[in-house]
Nanobody
């Protein structure tokens, strides 16, 4: 399976971006999906996850109220709508996939499939 994220860019604080992650190689609805991010010099951080059907989103505290994770199974695409961006949101955003869904989706080592990431830079 291949994952390709896009949609990153340079924006000012308060702006919005929508990231996309296209999955190919296997049926998209085989996978529960997640977004992580990694800022320079920092560890990879969980952002949000969603189950196969898209009806169970799960968010890290940093994302609650500002970010929305969704998926379109017909388009094999995962999304992350990010609003009210802050400079501390600056990071490479990575999408990840796994075939299992449980109620602890925040651990990176649970995801065997990763895309190369897309850079989001938020200026103050």
């Amino acid at each position: 399976v291949q994952l390709q994220a896009s949609g990153g860019g340079v924006v000012q604080a308060g702006a919005s971006l929508r990231l996309s992650c296209v999955v190919s190689g296997r049926p998209f609805d085989d996978y529960a999906m997640a977004w992580f991010r990694q800022a320079p010099g920092k560890e990879r951080e969980f952002v949000a996850a969603i189950n196969w059907y898209g009806d169970k989103p799960y968010y890290e505290d940093v994302a609650k109220g500002r970010f929305t994770v969704s998926r379109d199974n017909a388009k094999s695409t995962l999304y992350l709508q990010m609003n009210s961006l802050k400079p501390e949101d600056t990071a490479v955003y990575l999408c990840a996939a796994r075939t299992i869904w449980d109620y602890s989706p925040a651990y990176a080592n649970k995801y065997p499939y990763w895309g190369p990431g897309t850079l989001v830079t938020v200026s103050s």
